[in-house]
């Protein structure tokens, strides 16, 4: 008896220091820059929960960056394009800007339009997920989760909607693309006052166009049936400008990556390796995709159930 209680007592510990170790870890978000041309990524964490080891950061035409957050962290991503900083990090960007005046936004958020990522992880539970039009469109960008469990839906806008931009949304040279309540103003378009409700609020001419060219993105407040996505204990990747769909692991070997203190190198040769079949996003580009892919999240639910199998079969053995 003495022995089956202390086998037992060391499984259930086991067990959960296996649990505590997956939960404690949350997500790693990495940043890819596919663009031809630097995306100075925004980063504003919910107010009152933790940060992340950056508020914004230069990320250069085919490098990446990658961050640890915690279980139960939520907030937006976005890319700043068009920016001019001085060698002490002074300076603004024409599309994005948080309005620090820095390279660091400092708990400010984007200035519309940009595109945005918005993430609320779960603690030990499902994470939601969603890329939104609705403060407008600056640059395309894709959310792919991997390694979880779940439906894990790759979404996002790959349409470059700057050029397809009506002339009454876009801003500069097309260099955005404004929302209709960000151009207008009114309760109709901003779903506010007698329209703040499902109900009363319906999508617009211009947020159809938008849901049209990008269907798995939010195209305005209430479009949350096609838009919001989830999946369980996944890394997630933000690539902005993304030509054709990526595979982690091979970024991982083939792209220098950087972690949250900033150090790394670049992409080089090895953008070749990264790119998948290009019918996946066309798939995404019209709203039936369920790909998913595989990071190191997998490998570590691999590992738990390895190890947790061995702790049952020794238990049983002794």
């Not at 660091?104 to 603690?123: K, R, V």
């Not at 979880?148 to 790759?154: F, K």
Request: proline residues 4%; negative net charge.
């Amino acid at each position: 008896m003495d022995l089956f209680a202390s086998c037992s007592s060391s499984l259930i510990l086991s067990l959960v220091l296996l649990v505590i170790c997956r939960g404690v870890s949350g997500a790693t978000f990495t940043f890819v820059n596919r663009c031809d041309y630097t995306v100075w990524p925004g980063i504003l964490a919910n107010a009152g929960g933790p940060g992340l080891d950056s508020t914004g950061f230069e990320l250069t035409k085919g490098n990446s960056r990658s961050f640890q957050a915690p279980t139960g962290w939520s907030g937006r991503f976005w890319g700043r394009t068009g920016c001019n900083f001085d060698g002490s990090g002074q300076g603004s960007c024409a599309t994005g800007d948080c309005g620090s005046g820095q390279i660091e936004c400092n708990g400010a958020g984007a200035a519309p339009p940009a595109t945005l990522a918005e993430f609320t992880l779960g603690s030990g539970s499902q994470d939601f997920y969603d890329v939104s039009l609705v403060d407008g469109y600056n640059l395309p960008m894709i959310v792919e989760g991997s390694g979880g469990s779940g439906t894990c839906a790759p979404t996002g806008c790959v349409t470059d909607l700057n050029r397809k931009c009506p002339t009454e949304l876009s801003v500069g040279a097309r260099e955005a693309c404004k929302s209709a309540c960000e151009a207008f103003g009114t309760p109709e378009y901003c779903c506010s006052g007698a329209y703040n409700t499902p109900t009363t609020c319906r999508p617009s001419v211009y947020s159809e166009m938008f849901k049209s060219a990008c269907p798995r993105s939010y195209s305005y407040a209430y479009d949350d049936a096609t838009s919001t996505f989830t999946c369980t204990g996944a890394d997630y990747t933000i690539t902005f400008c993304p030509s054709l769909p990526s595979r982690k692991s091979s970024r991982d070997s083939s792209r220098g990556t950087t972690d949250g203190s900033g150090s790394g190198s670049g992409s080089g040769s090895g953008e070749e390796a990264m790119l998948a079949d290009s019918a996946w996003l066309a798939s995404l580009a019209t709203g039936d995709s369920t790909k998913t892919t595989l990071s190191s999240s997998a490998l570590h639910s691999t590992f738990i159930a390895a190890a947790t199998t061995s702790l049952i079969l020794s238990f049983f053995y002794l």
